[in-house]
């Protein structure tokens, strides 16, 4: 779905959810913020196809944090690019994305789960890549308040809470928040964080309030999707109930 110029927002229907991962997009390459799940990368491809990038490269991976749901597709999809795109994560949650820490969430339990989800190869795939690395999944690590040259500007806000180095990012040209999970939505309506999966609620509730530092026309949700008309206030009043 074009939500803006030059801004697809995508609808990846997992079964019990659909999830909205972002494409950033040129006429010379592509950038995809957050990647599904491990088995929803050829899902994934073709959205990417119906949004008019299939055929240019993708140069970037933002990854907003370390959730399976976001970090999950990255194996699968920088497999099938000739040219490594630059993968970008947060300096609290790349060890994790790493392999040198323990994620936050995925817990040994879940991992379990996880491989009797998958097909072996892509639970091997999985493995490989997060579990057991030979090298570093992430290349380069935002800065808190930085602009990353990328679709004309993109402004890199550290959102913690959710996990420790969940970050949400605001595309200056089009003034478009990608929230990430540091807020849901629900039919069209925007709130706070989810509390069952947001370790520390304090943090995440007081990270919203970065947020009133930008002019924001629409937020997009990774749960949830586009919420648009009033943001501004509708944030500003989450933020001010922490
Ligand atoms: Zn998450």
Same mark, same amino acid.
């Given at each position: 779905?074009?939500?803006?110029?030059?801004?697809?927002?995508?609808?990846?229907?997992?079964?019990?959810?659909?999830?909205?991962?972002?494409?950033?997009?040129?006429?010379?390459?592509?950038?995809?913020?957050?990647?599904?799940?491990?088995?929803?990368?050829?899902?994934?491809?073709?959205?990417?196809?119906?949004?008019?990038?299939?055929?240019?490269?993708?140069?970037?991976?933002?990854?907003?944090?370390?959730?399976?749901?976001?970090?999950?597709?990255?194996?699968?999809?920088?497999?099938?690019?000739?040219?490594?795109? +630059?993968?970008?994560?947060?300096? &609290?949650?790349?060890?994790?994305?790493? =392999?040198?820490?323990?994620? %936050?969430?995925? @817990? $040994?339990?879940?991992?379990?789960?996880?491989?009797?989800?998958?097909?072996?190869?892509?639970?091997?795939?999985?493995?490989?890549?997060?579990?057991?690395?030979?090298?570093?999944? +992430?290349?380069?690590?935002?800065? &808190?308040?930085?602009?990353?040259?990328? =679709?004309?500007?993109?402004? %890199?806000?550290? @959102? $913690?809470?959710?996990?420790?180095?969940?970050?949400?990012?605001?595309?200056?040209?089009?003034?478009?928040?990608?929230?990430?999970?540091?807020?849901?939505?629900?039919?069209?309506?925007?709130?706070?964080?989810?509390?069952?999966?947001?370790?520390?609620?304090?943090?995440?509730?007081?990270?919203?309030?970065?947020?009133?530092?930008?002019?924001?026309?629409?937020?997009?949700?990774?749960?949830?999707?586009?919420?648009?008309?009033?943001?501004?206030?509708?944030?500003?009043?989450?933020?001010?109930?922490?």
């Amino acid at each position: 779905m074009r939500i803006a110029e030059g801004v697809e927002m995508l609808e990846l229907n997992l079964g019990p959810m659909t999830i909205h991962p972002v494409i950033l997009f040129d006429r010379d390459s592509w950038t995809l913020v957050d990647t599904g799940m491990p088995f929803s990368v050829p899902a994934l491809r073709e959205l990417a196809k119906q949004a008019g990038v299939g055929d240019l490269p993708l140069r970037n991976v933002l990854l907003t944090h370390q959730d399976i749901d976001h970090i999950g597709g990255l194996p699968g999809i920088l497999a099938e690019e000739r040219e490594a795109p +630059v993968v970008y994560a947060h300096p &609290d949650d790349a060890p994790a994305i790493d =392999g040198k820490q323990p994620f %936050v969430k995925i @817990t $040994p339990e879940r991992v379990e789960q996880l491989r009797q989800q998958m097909s072996p190869s892509d639970f091997g795939l999985f493995e490989r890549t997060f579990l057991h690395p030979t090298r570093p999944n +992430v290349d380069r690590t935002y800065a &808190d308040g930085e602009t990353l040259p990328i =679709g004309g500007g993109l402004t %890199v806000i550290h @959102t $913690p809470g959710h996990t420790p180095g969940h970050v949400s990012l605001y595309h200056q040209p089009t003034r478009t928040l990608i929230a990430g999970d540091a807020m849901v939505a629900a039919e069209g309506e925007l709130n706070g964080p989810n509390a069952r999966v947001t370790p520390n609620m304090e943090q995440a509730m007081e990270s919203l309030k970065k947020y009133k530092n930008f002019d924001v026309a629409r937020v997009v949700c990774y749960h949830g999707g586009l919420v648009e008309g009033d943001v501004n206030e509708r944030i500003a009043k989450l933020a001010d109930r922490s």
